[in-house]
């Protein structure tokens, strides 16, 4: 499969914040955002502890599911052409031979549609039921945890509040709506957005109260930068973006 990294957004505040006398989590105090009812009757029901014979299922709203779009995904992930295909049959064994893989990797393959089928239609409500997080996210989860510096990321099962997302749209298009979800929200502004190791184009950091800095490539570097940008603007959130890991 493609060497993809996972990108990681994390939080951070100046060391001379506590000058301020402003709480920590106040500095990153968001305005209230109230979600679509109709996203929270459906997963609050498909979350009921009610057995299955005295279940009755129903969407509001049907999920987004099409074999295409299951093929789009897996084609995109894998690295392969994403135009239609008119062909049928077994979408695994196609994909395994056109990755030119060998049959040993076709569980992997049939682990990648799987885990498309499941979350692929809920992608816009984060990817994953809090109650059912599904294998993909709690292995990302865990290897976060395992790393020498732990970092611990609630799913939703301990405060109800998903830290870790699936989203759909593009890499682009899911740090346009995290922008645009900060620039009009957040409470205390300007905010710093620090950038490491990801170019993004004029769009996307042209919002009003968000101060972009792109921190250089070189590890060291950046992480002399960073602490400068943090123990200028104590009291004021920043965010730090990495586009490898």
Partial sequence: MPDYQPMLVESAVGPGAAATEVPWPEVFALRPAKGAVVSEISEATAAAPVAAEERVNFHIGNPVE???????????????????????????????????????????????LALIRRSGPYLPRGGFLRSKPGELVERFAAWL???????????GERTGRREIVLASGGLLEVLRVLFHGLARHLERLPATVLLHQLELPPPLTAFEGLDFVSLPGDEGAALRQLEHALAGSPGSPSFLVLGRV
Avoid: C, K, M
Avoid at 145 to 155: F, I, M, V
């Fill in 66 to 112: 099409d074999p295409r779009l299951v093929e789009h995904y897996a084609r995109i992930a894998l690295g392969l052409a994403t135009g239609a295909s008119e062909q049928t049959g077994d979408l695994a064994e196609r994909l395994v031979r056109e990755a030119a893989w060998s049959a040993e990797q076709r569980p992997a393959a049939e682990f990648l």
């Fill in 145 to 155: 945890n395992a790393q020498p510096e732990p970092l611990t990321y609630d799913l």
